[in-house]
């Protein structure tokens, strides 16, 4: 097993975000199965991106809307690209597979989109397998364990769905490969190896394009404690072009003028233009990895919210016009995270709720880190008075860091080390530093 490069895609602060991977493989939420794109030829060859050359690309090369294209077959191009956008009151991620024929004769084949069991990370990274055991395919929509996964916008021409059987007798990327899908519109699988496809049938004349367009329903709710998520609410599909292509379209340009209005407006000249995109993109992710007001570096493994890296996303925000969010930001962890003795938690869940993980009360760094975040809000956005509100927890929090060099200023202090004064008035040892199994003087502590 290999790991894959892989992006986020999704709205800002949603609960649920996509990770759409080099290949132009989807995976709609966290824990979901792998929604991959197939194509086989006239001549019954089958061809995946993992084996061919691919271009990547972010749409006007920054907004966090991405793009994968390669080759299956000479004289073809496919040019898979996501992004999500609100609608029905919950995210949706969109995706487009769109076959051009590049050359001077007919084209025919067909594209699958197969739903396979297995997350895009590997399991050393807290994925690997996505268990389904019950899939269904109702029309447009396929079902996983209950819940809604996908909507095809492009009308589908064949469907199936299989468990794996015995030492994978059954499982359905044969059928694929063979151009027959089975006939069962459901299956079931005791082991959580149940898998299904849907064919697109292609032809295309010399210059000619054809697209398949697919909708995730993202929702709003979390999930619950075993990882399920609940049923998203239902897309009314029915407001949108007939179109599948123009859908995508329109809905593409409205998700595009929205980040330009967000982002896009920042008046920054560098030699290089691709700094400037580097910039934005990232900020653009920064917003996409928040849950809520609770900024998160990651859309999988880091839900969770670090007052380090919160501190660090709002320096960046504040100074790309969105001082609301790190606003936001500062008025949440203050509220949860900042306690009456002046210790302020490393880290919040995104419901608040303080992460009492191991050191949780002996990671330093992150009172220095919260004066920071409450003095580059009022540096950058509406002045001292305009904070003045946390003056008393920024007191609390430095009174605490007093509290901590006052343990290193007693007599004696490491008086069995090499020049034990280099660490007078120093911090007292933590565990913020991390990768270290008992508290070491670290140096970020005493930065901040």
Not at 238 to 243: E, F, Q, T, W
Not at 260 to 285: K, T
Request: aromatic content about 8%; cysteine-free; hydrophobic content about 40%.
């Amino acid at each position: 097993m290999q790991q894959t490069y892989w992006t986020a895609v999704g709205i800002h602060a949603g609960r649920q975000k996509s990770i759409f991977d080099e290949y132009g493989n989807l995976e709609a939420f966290k824990g979901a199965p792998l929604v991959q794109p197939l194509w086989r030829d006239a001549d019954g060859r089958a061809a995946g991106a993992a084996d061919r050359q691919v271009k990547h690309a972010l749409r006007d090369g920054w907004k966090p809307m991405p793009s994968a294209t390669w080759s299956p077959q000479p004289w073809l191009e496919l040019r898979s690209e996501a992004f999500a956008i609100e609608r029905n009151g919950q995210p949706v991620t969109f995706v487009r597979h769109r076959l051009h024929n590049t050359g001077s004769t007919r084209v025919d084949g067909t594209l699958s989109l197969v739903v396979r069991p297995m997350q895009m990370n590997p399991p050393w990274q807290n994925g690997g397998l996505s268990p389904i055991r019950d899939v269904a395919i109702e029309g447009q929509a396929v079902r996983i364990n209950g819940r809604t996964l996908l909507h095809s916008l492009t009308p589908v021409a064949a469907s199936g769905a299989a468990p794996f059987g015995t030492d994978g007798a059954t499982e359905i990327t044969a059928s694929i490969a063979a151009g027959q899908l089975p006939a069962t519109q459901q299956a079931h699988d005791d082991r959580g190896l149940a898998a299904a496809a849907l064919n697109y049938r292609v032809s295309l004349a010399p210059g000619a394009s054809e697209a398949v367009v697919v909708a995730f329903p993202l929702g709003t709710a979390a999930a619950d404690a075993n990882g399920v998520l609940p049923e998203a609410p239902a897309l009314d599909l029915a407001v949108l072009p007939r179109d599948a292509n123009a859908a995508f379209d329109a809905l593409a340009g409205t998700a595009s003028a929205d980040w330009q209005a967000r982002l896009g407006q920042v008046g920054l000249r560098l030699p290089d233009p691709s700094l400037v995109d580097m910039l934005r993109a990232q900020a653009a992710y920064m917003l996409i990895n928040q849950t809520g007001p609770a900024m998160q570096p990651g859309p999988r493994n880091y839900n969770r919210s670090f007052i380090r890296d919160g501190m660090a996303t709002s320096a960046v925000l504040l100074r790309m016009g969105e001082a609301k969010v790190a606003r936001d930001y500062l008025a949440w962890y203050s509220e949860h995270g900042v306690h009456t003795n002046g210790l302020v938690s490393p880290i919040l869940n995104d419901d608040g709720s303080v992460n009492t993980g191991f050191g949780s009360d002996i990671e330093y760094d992150s009172q220095g880190q919260y004066v920071a975040l409450v003095a580059d809000v009022a540096r950058l956005d509406g002045g001292p008075e305009s904070v003045r509100a946390y003056l008393p927890k920024v007191k609390a929090a430095l009174r605490f860091l007093q509290e901590l060099r006052e343990r290193t200023l007693v007599p004696g202090y490491k008086a069995d080390q090499p020049a034990p004064e280099r660490f007078a008035g120093i911090l007292a040892p933590s565990i913020s530093h991390e990768g270290y199994p008992s508290p070491t003087h670290s140096y970020w502590d005493d930065y901040w």
